[in-house]
């Protein structure tokens, strides 16, 4: 008994700690962004590579400083060698709303539910390139012509720029984006 007592005040520690440390992990994430930023607008940006570690990440998307669309209610990320993996809770009526489809393969995209977004993602020569791998709803993949209906019909009209494969200029002079395991590495030039 004493021994899960004491276990229980270290998990209560340590979690009390990882949740003060959201603040300034969020803050040190804006900072990150405001100095690329400010060094983008430079005539002769510095290269050296800025690093944003995955606690970072994570505690920005939560943090005030980041509006979620209507209808994600969190998102967490993990990044390993060139992959990134979302979690995140979806309201899909509230995504859909305002359009209807009758077909009924989107009827998947109903109610809330857990997803799992897995995609391979880099930036090279000014260059953003995002792959979508695989989306799964409460751990049942997609089949990718159903994902291809869902982005066409419901995200493009107000996200133009979001496909399953998507290719975009990368902003403030970033040359590359590289993911690593549990962190990002920007290099501008």
Known sequence: MKFLLTLLVVLSAFAALRAASRPRDAQS??????????NGRSAHPKPSPTLFTQNEVNAYLASDYVKLPAGVKFVELEGNDGVVTGKTEIDFDRIREGVHSSNPLLSVFTGTHHVIVVVHAHGEARQGHVHVDSVSIDGIEVPRFILELFVEKYLQPKYPYVGLDSQFELPDRIDSATVGSHQLTVIQK
Not at 29 to 38: G, V
């Open 29 to 38: 994430m804006q900072h990150k962004l405001d100095y690329i930023e400010s």
